[in-house]
T-cell receptor
């Protein structure tokens, strides 16, 4: 059974520092991996999607890498801002229908 | 970008009431919709997968008769919590995906359900 783990569970950094969020999964047979952002009491916003054949994806200050063989993905957020404060979730797609298995998330606080 | 609308955003009702939550894809045809449940400070747990025109597929441990899912069109899926009890109180989130399953899922803003 696929298990997704995110470390750390919580992270607090001063504004301007780079953020590094880790995600690991136990079964490398995935279709893709997605990173999401969730603000308190809200739904999820898709940040990046990495297909199983890709190694990384970039969007603005965000960069996500994928090492399928070792079951790891890392989300980098450059030059963090207070507006980046949120919970970040990674999820792997485990079948062709798009079913997602989520990690527990990393709660990020960026202090001014 | 793709938008998924979920309604209502917040419901408070008495124990024994049935509550219906709607999930609509506003600008694309959602071949598949997913329903998740989220407890405070926990991650999302998939409840069921809903395909247009067919019966929903429920995850292990999810009561089909308790959580009724209808996906009547390519833009609308509904989740009905029947005879709700306090333990059903939770945050329910839907997501939708188009014909290509390797595209990002688009999530609604969630429904906070509180049963008194």
């Amino acid at each position: 059974k696929q298990e997704v783990t995110q470390i750390p569970a919580a992270l607090s950094v001063p504004e301007g520092e780079n953020l590094v969020l880790n995600c690991s999964f136990t079964d490398s047979a995935i279709y893709n991996l997605q990173w999401f952002r969730q603000d308190p009491g809200k739904g999820l916003t898709s940040l990046l999607l990495i297909q199983s054949s890709q190694r990384e994806q970039t969007s603005g200050r965000l960069n996500a890498s994928l090492d399928k063989s070792s079951g790891r993905s890392t989300l980098y957020i450059a030059a963090s801002q207070p507006g980046d404060s949120a919970t970040y979730l990674c999820a792997v797609s485990t079948d062709s229908w798009g079913k997602l298995q989520f990690g527990a998330g990393t709660q990020v606080v960026v202090t001014p | 970008g793709a938008v998924v609308s979920q309604h209502p955003s917040w419901v408070i009702c008495k124990s024994g009431t049935s509550v219906k939550i709607e999930c609509r894809s506003l600008d694309f045809q959602a071949t598949t919709m997913f329903w998740y449940r989220q407890f405070p400070k926990q991650s999302l747990m998939l409840m069921a997968t809903s395909n247009e025109g067919s019966k929903a597929t429920y995850e292990q441990g999810v009561e089909k008769d308790k959580f009724l899912i209808n996906h009547a069109s390519l833009t609308l899926s509904t989740l009905t919590v029947t005879s709700a009890h306090p333990e059903d109180s939770s945050f329910y989130i839907c997501s939708a995906i188009g014909q290509l399953s390797n595209q990002p899922q688009h999530f609604g803003d969630g429904t906070r359900l509180s049963i008194l």
